[in-house]
């Protein structure tokens, strides 16, 4: 019996370690006051890889544009974390592509890629994506990609 009820003790010790674990993870992964945690959630039948561009840090001039994060179909996936303001992204799956065009910018394939965005930066046009463009004041954003 005493077996048992250590086991119990255990099992509460850890859940409650893995509750207040879960409830850090955003800060631990650089998620503070001036950072926000971005998410893509996948609705379309088909894998998306996604592509974002940030600010470098918080209060930096200087844009990166990094990817390719690929999302299961049905899936939701944390990306990570980033300054909060202006944010840009685009997913493909398939022929389907998502970004509204409010800034074209160029992508590498295969990935992953980072680099800064220069102003002087040219690539092919089949390289050249639209991204949407987000001001983001939020601690958290989710990104949902529906076909």
Same mark, same amino acid.
């Given at each position: ?5 250590? /086991? ?18 955003? @800060?631990?992964?650089? =998620?503070? @006051?001036?950072?926000?945690?971005? &998410?893509?959630? +996948? ?5 998306? &890889?996604? =592509?974002?561009?940030?600010? %470098?840090?918080?209060? &930096? ?11 299961? =179909? ?18 493909? =799956?398939?022929?389907?592509? /998502?970004?509204?065009?409010?800034? +074209? %910018? ?10 800064? +965005?220069?102003? +002087? ?5 089949? %390289? ?5 463009? *987000? ?6 954003? *989710?990104?949902? %990609?529906?076909?």
């Amino acid at each position: 019996m005493k077996s048992v009820e250590m /086991w119990v003790a255990a099992f509460v010790v850890g859940a409650a370690l893995s509750s207040v674990a879960s409830a850090a993870e955003p @800060e631990a992964a650089g =998620a503070g @006051e001036s950072m926000f945690a971005f &998410s893509v959630c +996948n609705r379309a039948p088909r894998e998306a &890889s996604v =592509a974002i561009s940030s600010r %470098l840090a918080p209060g &930096s001039k200087d844009f990166v544009v990094s990817g390719w994060w690929r999302v299961a =179909a049905g899936t939701c996936r944390k990306i990570g974390a980033y300054p909060r303001g202006h944010f840009y992204m685009h997913a493909t =799956a398939g022929a389907t592509r /998502w970004g509204k065009g409010d800034v +074209n %910018l160029c992508v590498e394939n295969p990935g992953p890629f980072k680099r800064i +965005n220069l102003t +002087n930066y040219r690539c092919s046009a089949d %390289l050249l994506r639209k991204f949407s463009h *987000q001001d983001i004041h939020a601690a958290s954003w *989710q990104w949902t %990609l529906t076909p």
